[in-house]
């Protein structure tokens, strides 16, 4: 596959994310996809998105912060188009610590806690503090 380039629409949203938040940032603006709303979403029920408008095709985020200081932290991909993570709802209850992933399972796109609640397990997507 010469000349051609693979990209990963997900990935570089999470990282357009999380270059916004290093830079203290607090708006992002993407190319709007379902994929990314559902994303959006999920990370306004984490609480780590104020508020999300789509208008004229594009997602606009406005992060949380507080105090001054972003709430979210990092974000690690864990699923890549060439590696794909999956994590059962079992699997999900053994990971311990204050970081929370975000999943794409059959109910959609969720939370690590909210995926316990419906006890549903999938491809984790990132990992965000």
Request: glycine content about 8%.
């Amino acid at each position: 596959m010469v000349g051609k380039m693979l990209t990963y629409p997900v990935g570089d949203f999470l990282v357009k994310i999380k270059n916004a938040v290093l830079a203290g940032q607090s708006n992002v603006s993407v190319g709007a996809t379902r994929e990314k709303l559902a994303i959006a979403k999920a990370l306004k029920e984490a609480g780590f998105v104020e508020s999300q408008a789509v208008a004229a095709g594009k997602l606009e985020l406005k992060l949380k912060f507080d105090h001054k200081e972003p709430v979210l932290l990092d974000i690690r991909l864990i699923s890549r188009p060439g590696c794909r993570v999956y994590l059962k709802a079992a699997d999900l209850r053994k990971k311990k610590g204050p970081s929370i992933y975000l999943l794409n399972s059959s109910k959609g796109v969720v939370t690590s806690k909210e995926a316990l609640k419906l006890k549903v397990g999938g491809e984790v997507i990132a990992e965000l503090w």
